[in-house]
């Protein structure tokens, strides 16, 4: 019973460097997201996902690619890495639109890569 | 600029009492959503609120929907230290679920 899995747990990276934060679900769901976590500020959504081959940005796009080639993949890439990149990145997926009046509209999260950038 | 502004953003109680945290918006909703968040691990949804008007119980959590659709509160009666984790409220626009910034709650023994 996975739901949603993230690697890395944590990572620590250097300034100007790249990575890819990893996500897979094996709910079938169509909706994945990303945010990222800052002390205080809540949850910021970076990209999201409708569907295999359909991206878009969200709020805090800006240093960040996707790509979801499969329902089951949302990869996101940081490219130069900067410091202002530092903070807990969290995955989500569900299975309906948020849109949805309640009826299969649960995200679930995966519990989260800790990234610092140095 | 957050779509949802929740308040308080801390609330430091003593077990055995009551809290509200409250989570307004200028949007209508068509529905919200209340997740609570322990640290080191991912936001778990507690409930949805679908209609305008709607209350929505969890044993001693109590949530409501504002007639308009645009504000929601979320209740703690007799408070418990396990109740202590962070709350956020969260709303759709466009495909968007987006996030307030949270209520820290503590609940001290």
């Known amino acids: 019973n996975a739901g949603v899995t993230q690697t890395p747990k944590f990572r620590i990276l250097k300034i100007g460097q790249s990575m890819t934060l990893q996500c897979t679900q094996d709910?079938?769901?169509?909706?994945m997201y990303w945010y990222r976590q800052d002390p205080g500020m809540g949850l910021k959504l970076i990209y999201y996902?409708?569907?295999?081959?359909?991206?878009d940005k969200g709020e805090v796009p800006n240093g960040y690619n996707v790509s979801r080639s499969t329902t089951e993949d949302f990869p996101l890439r940081l490219e130069l890495a900067a410091p202002s990149q530092t903070s807990v990145y969290f995955c989500?997926?569900?299975?309906?639109?948020?849109?949805?009046?309640?009826?299969?509209?649960?995200?679930?999260f995966g519990q989260g890569t800790r990234l610092t950038v140095v | 600029t957050q779509l949802l502004e929740q308040s308080p953003q801390f609330l430091s109680i003593q077990e055995g009492e009551n809290l509200t945290v409250y989570c307004n918006s200028s949007?209508?909703?068509?529905?919200l959503q209340w997740y609570r968040q322990e640290p080191g691990e991912g936001p778990v949804l507690l409930v949805t609120?679908?209609?305008?008007?709607e209350v929505k119980k969890l044993k001693r959590l109590t949530f409501q929907f504002g007639d308009a659709r645009k504000d929601s509160s979320l209740h703690i009666t007799a408070a418990q230290p396990g109740d202590t984790g962070l709350y956020l409220c969260?709303?759709?626009?466009?495909?968007?679920?987006?996030f307030g910034a949270g209520t820290t709650v503590t609940v001290r023994a």
């Open positions: 949007s209508v909703f068509s529905s």
């Open positions: 609120v679908v209609t305008g008007g």
């Open positions: 989500a997926s569900s299975y309906s639109s948020p849109l949805g009046r309640g009826v299969n509209t649960e995200a679930f």
């Open positions: 996902s409708v569907g295999a081959g359909i991206t």
């Open positions: 709910m079938n769901h169509n909706y």
């Open positions: 969260a709303g759709a626009y466009d495909y968007k679920l987006s």
